[in-house]
């Protein structure tokens, strides 16, 4: 279910929670594809990480260290915060297990550790990560260590955040791979990592993060159909209603590109914060015929209705349209699919006439449009989804 007040969704409260904060990026473009609070001062918690291990690449990519140097465990460094790795202090480990360690347990030892192998301490590199910061474009983001750890001067935005994303996949693309790993081995113990969207299709990689004054942190990016986007949802309330609307967010964001990309204009926003709300379809209502029969629906809305492009041409006789969403062996089950699109597409669909007409031994499950544009989109609306859909006309 799309809730109408984004912050309410992702953080578990209403629009005035204070940590809550979000944005998509185009990554080929860098356009914003949706905002929220994207400029507002946040605490980045362990997305911090991301600048940590950008600048590890800077380090490899210049030579100034390798993969096998030995990163060791100072007193300073073992006295960290969970969640940590648990190494003794003069414990040392590879230059590749710190970066992998500290994208799959965001261990916080061994961001001091890694700070402290690159940067001769912890202060010192945390300035050089500002510095790179400014760099890029991140105008107001200041680290003051290399974990995300709690800290008044440690703060980012959604918005540079993300930027720093579309860098990261810029400067070091044959290094992003290590944001997709779901898990890993050290020393033969497994370790498994908190981002669970990497289970999901074209979820590929970037940063979890948490501490009591951020809430629950993303920074994610998928890819589909040629398309990258990046995004960042920040103060979610709890993992998972963190990342239930990060998903939305993404799917949203990659349905208004598909449905751009055929020349109509759809919102994320409006994709993701349905306002016409949709009234259920009772198989009562329709009246026992043999010809197909148009079922009321939602009341109708010019102002909708010209959004959409579906607005009628000024004549008596035009032709009817029609954006069949599928054909069901059940009536029962062809309601329940027409029901189905208009709940989670309101403003698609919410305005337009349903109907379900019999063909051989199926129902099809069709909504009405007054013209080929408007077919056309709505139909590219559900197609960018993944789902079938056929655009008729009778």
Known sequence: MLFANPAANAAGAGSTDERFAAIVIDAQTGETLYARHADARRYPASITKVMTLYLAFDALDTGRVKRTDRVTISPRAASRPPSRLGLAAGASLSLQEAMDVLVVKSANDVATALAERLGGDEAAFARAMTAKARSLGLSHTRFRNASGLPDPGHYSTARDLALLGRAFLRDHPDDYAIF???????????????NRLLAKPGIDGFKTGFVNASGYNLLTSGRRDGRR???????????????????????????????????????????LNPTQPARPIDDKTTPPTAAPTLMASAASDAEIAVAQGDVAPPTSERARWWVQVGAFRSKANSLARLADVTRRHPRR??????????????????????????????????????????????
């Open 349 to 394: 669909f919410g305005a337009r006439a349903r109907d379900v007409s019999k063909i051989g031994r199926l129902f099809a499950a069709r909504f009405s449009a007054r013209t080929a544009q408007g077919a056309d989109a709505a139909c590219a609306l559900l197609t960018a989804e993944g789902e079938d859909c056929l655009v008729l006309m009778e």
């Open 180 to 194: 997709d790993q779901e898990q890993t081995v050290f020393r033969g113990r497994l370790i498994r990592g908190h």
């Open 229 to 271: 986007v990046i995004a960042v949802v920040l103060g979610g309330r709890s993992a998972r209603s963190r990342d239930a609307f990060m998903e939305r967010l993404i799917q949203a964001s990659f349905s208004s590109l598909a449905i751009r990309s055929t020349g109509f204009e759809v919102a994320v926003d409006d994709l």
